[in-house]
């Protein structure tokens, strides 16, 4: 299904223009418009799922499927010296367009592009917490 108040549905579907990197029946790969690394990439499925708590299993595993194909490729084209590929999902998490995708950021050495996040410390409080309700 597409949403056509969605601007992922219109890019995946090239209503909207887009520097496309890659396309198939399922998805398309295009380059982020405010990019964490040259070369940041977002995969877009072509049917609208709202993020991962929606996505059909088979696209979810179809997509990871891509994210690694891409990386391979893309670490060719750009030189590049590594790859975080990340998925946000909901506000809480940084998502702010609300089409399933995932980011494809190469990464170079000593880029400071500032992606990563502070860590904590795993108390046995919380671990165990966690452990229990997982039960
Ligand atoms: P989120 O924060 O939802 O995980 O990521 C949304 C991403 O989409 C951001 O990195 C943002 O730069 C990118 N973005 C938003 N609108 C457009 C657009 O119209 N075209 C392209 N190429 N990227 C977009
Ligand atoms: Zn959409």
């Known amino acids: 299904m597409k949403d056509n108040n969605?601007?992922?549905?219109?890019?995946?579907?090239g209503e909207i223009p887009s520097a496309t990197l890659y396309?198939?029946?399922?998805?398309?790969v295009i380059l982020d418009?405010?990019?964490?690394t040259k070369g940041h990439a977002l995969i877009l499925p072509k049917e609208h799922?709202?993020?991962?708590?929606d996505i059909d299993e088979e696209t979810a595993a179809k997509a990871f499927l891509l994210a690694k194909k891409m990386v391979k490729k893309m670490t060719d084209v750009l030189g590049c010296d590594g790859y975080?590929?990340?998925?946000?999902?909901?506000?809480?998490?940084?998502q702010t367009v609300f089409h399933f995708h995932m980011h494809l950021i190469p990464r170079?050495?000593?880029?400071?592009?500032g992606?990563?996040?502070?860590?904590?410390?795993?108390t046995d409080e919380v671990k165990n917490e966690i452990l229990?309700?997982?039960?």
């Open 115 to 122: 992606f990563g996040w502070n860590t904590g410390e795993l």
């Open 108 to 113: 170079y050495k000593d880029d400071n592009s």
């Open 132 to 135: 229990e309700k997982i039960k």
């Open 33 to 36: 418009q405010g990019p964490a």
């Open 6 to 13: 969605c601007i992922f549905c219109k890019i995946a579907a």
């Open 84 to 94: 975080n590929v990340v998925q946000n999902n909901e506000e809480a998490a940084g």
């Open 49 to 53: 799922y709202r993020n991962l708590y």
């Open 23 to 28: 396309e198939d029946d399922d998805f398309r």
